[in-house]
């Protein structure tokens, strides 16, 4: 009789031959090499004010914060921060969650549910389409980007509610969703837009306060938000930003609000301080796009709209190998494979941080320029960045 998990050597293997094992590289302290693969896109999870936020809230609150947030999670501490943030992305109100992804799963199962519709982008985030999947309402997978094809799922429907979810900012791509289109849409057929702005939170819009900001859509009463900590605001942890309304019925039907443990104070107290960090220094959102730019000039890619700045080399292989050797020549890149991206698409995904020093940047783009010309050779993309995410491409 063969072991009942055998089957996990087969798979291992056929992901090694396809190169598309993945393994942990943990970090050690000390001398980094340049990071252009994390998402600490405004450099503030080493800003000696935002640890400070954390080692305050640590000394007053303890580790952890010893139950969910209807119990003894809730902290003063959580409560300042839901309002500064709300006031921040001009929202009435928020809700912070242990992470973005149990914030997308309980904003998306608690407002949608049987006789329900919810309408998802096809490039959606991995957290979007498992909050789909557990909403128990009717999905349909559009394709990206496309308010046309909104609208037709939107009118053909039989249910009363309509829930349209998005990502403002493409994880793996970088480009900006059409929101005033994707808004107008929802409004003409009577359905909520939610959007996650994980990636646009502290980059685009006056100020970093994202995309819908941007767009004069931050606080209307058809849209609501996600948002991550752990990327502009070098924290951890996750947030709706919603009507008042909403995040009521969120506290009352969201089960990965109501049955997980509370965000730990210290990064509460951190995701604090990198908030008012960004409120006084709103330079720099400008100052991770001017990095960005200078990246992708490096690159041969086109201007970046966002943080992020995808190098399509197409074999997978090909990428990790540039990856490599970046990493041999001291700069840390992303490197996104299938599943993450489609097939024939694996990439170097850099992400710009405005913290970045002139020589870092200079030293980073020579790097790159010399290993992409090395690789690029062998590199053969298939299909161009952006026109063929999968349903559910990771961070």
Same mark, same amino acid.
């Given at each position: 009789?063969?072991? &009942?998990?055998?089957?996990?050597?087969?798979?291992?293997?056929?992901?090694?031959?396809?190169?598309?094992?993945?393994?942990?590289?943990?970090?050690?302290?000390?001398?980094?090499?340049?990071?252009?693969?994390?998402?600490?896109?405004?450099? $503030?999870?080493?800003?000696?004010?935002?640890?400070?936020?954390?080692?305050?809230?640590?000394?007053?609150?303890?580790?952890?914060?010893?139950?969910?947030?209807?119990?003894?999670?809730?902290?003063?501490?959580?409560?300042?921060?839901?309002?500064? $943030?709300?006031?921040?992305?001009?929202?009435?109100?928020?809700?912070?969650?242990?992470?973005?992804?149990?914030?997308?799963?309980?904003?998306?199962?608690?407002?949608?549910? &049987?006789?329900? $519709?919810?309408?998802?982008?096809?490039?959606?985030?991995?957290?979007?389409?498992?909050?789909c999947r557990l909403s128990?309402?009717?999905?349909?997978?559009?394709?990206?980007?496309?308010?046309?094809?909104?609208?037709?799922?939107?009118?053909?429907?039989?249910?009363?509610?309509?829930?349209? #979810?998005?990502?403002?900012?493409?994880?793996?791509?970088?480009?900006?969703?059409?929101?005033?289109?994707?808004?107008?849409?929802?409004?003409?057929?009577?359905?909520?837009?939610?959007?996650?702005?994980?990636?646009?939170?502290?980059?685009?819009?006056?100020?970093?306060?994202?995309?819908?900001?941007?767009?004069?859509?931050?606080?209307?009463?058809?849209? $609501?938000?996600?948002?991550?900590?752990?990327?502009?605001?070098?924290?951890?942890?996750?947030?709706?930003?919603?009507?008042?309304?909403?995040?009521?019925?969120?506290?009352?039907?969201?089960?990965?609000?109501?049955?997980?443990t509370g965000l730990n104070?210290?990064?509460?107290?951190?995701?604090?301080?990198?908030?008012?960090?960004?409120?006084?220094?709103?330079?720099?959102?400008?100052?991770?796009?001017? #990095?960005?730019?200078?990246?992708?000039?490096?690159?041969?890619?086109?201007?970046?709209?966002?943080?992020?700045?995808?190098?399509?080399?197409?074999?997978?292989?090909?990428?990790?190998?540039?990856?490599?050797?970046?990493?041999?020549?001291?700069?840390?890149?992303?490197?996104?494979?299938? &599943?993450?991206?489609?097939?024939?698409?694996?990439?170097?995904?850099?992400?710009?941080?405005?913290?970045?020093? #002139?020589?870092?940047?200079?030293?980073?783009?020579?790097?790159?320029?010399?290993?992409?010309?090395?690789?690029?050779?062998?590199?053969?993309?298939?299909?161009?960045?952006?026109?063929a995410q999968p349903h559910?491409?990771?961070?």
């Amino acid at each position: 009789m063969t072991h &009942p998990l055998s089957w996990l050597d087969d798979r291992a293997a056929a992901r090694r031959d396809a190169g598309l094992r993945r393994e942990l590289r943990p970090r050690a302290p000390g001398a980094d090499p340049i990071d252009l693969a994390g998402n600490d896109y405004l450099g $503030l999870s080493r800003d000696p004010r935002v640890v400070a936020g954390g080692v305050d809230a640590l000394r007053v609150w303890g580790a952890g914060s010893t139950g969910s947030r209807l119990v003894t999670g809730s902290t003063t501490l959580h409560a300042d921060l839901e309002r500064e $943030l709300a006031a921040f992305c001009g929202f009435g109100d928020a809700l912070v969650f242990s992470s973005g992804y149990t914030a997308n799963l309980g904003a998306v199962t608690a407002l949608s549910g &049987p006789g329900a $519709l919810v309408v998802s982008d096809a490039a959606a985030h991995a957290s979007l389409v498992d909050a789909c999947r557990l909403s128990r309402a009717r999905v349909q997978v559009v394709p990206h980007n496309d308010p046309a094809a909104v609208g037709e799922a939107l009118a053909a429907r039989s249910e009363e509610r309509a829930l349209v #979810v998005t990502d403002s900012v493409g994880s793996a791509d970088g480009d900006l969703a059409p929101l005033a289109e994707l808004h107008r849409v929802c409004r003409a057929h009577g359905a909520v837009l939610l959007v996650d702005e994980a990636h646009g939170l502290g980059v685009r819009g006056p100020g970093g306060r994202g995309l819908l900001a941007e767009h004069g859509l931050a606080g209307a009463d058809d849209v $609501l938000a996600t948002v991550t900590l752990s990327k502009a605001l070098g924290s951890q942890g996750g947030a709706v930003l919603a009507p008042p309304g909403v995040t009521a019925h969120l506290v009352d039907a969201a089960r990965s609000f109501i049955f997980d443990t509370g965000l730990n104070p210290a990064a509460a107290g951190s995701a604090l301080a990198a908030l008012r960090v960004l409120a006084d220094e709103p330079w720099r959102a400008g100052e991770v796009l001017r #990095v960005a730019g200078a990246l992708a000039a490096a690159t041969g890619v086109p201007a970046p709209s966002s943080a992020v700045v995808p190098v399509v080399l197409g074999d997978a292989g090909v990428a990790v190998a540039a990856a490599a050797r970046c990493l041999q020549a001291g700069l840390r890149v992303g490197c996104f494979r299938p &599943p993450s991206v489609p097939e024939g698409t694996s990439r170097l995904r850099l992400t710009a941080r405005a913290d970045l020093r #002139v020589d870092e940047l200079e030293r980073a783009c020579e790097t790159l320029g010399r290993v992409l010309s090395e690789v690029r050779g062998d590199a053969v993309p298939q299909v161009p960045a952006g026109q063929a995410q999968p349903h559910g491409a990771a961070r």
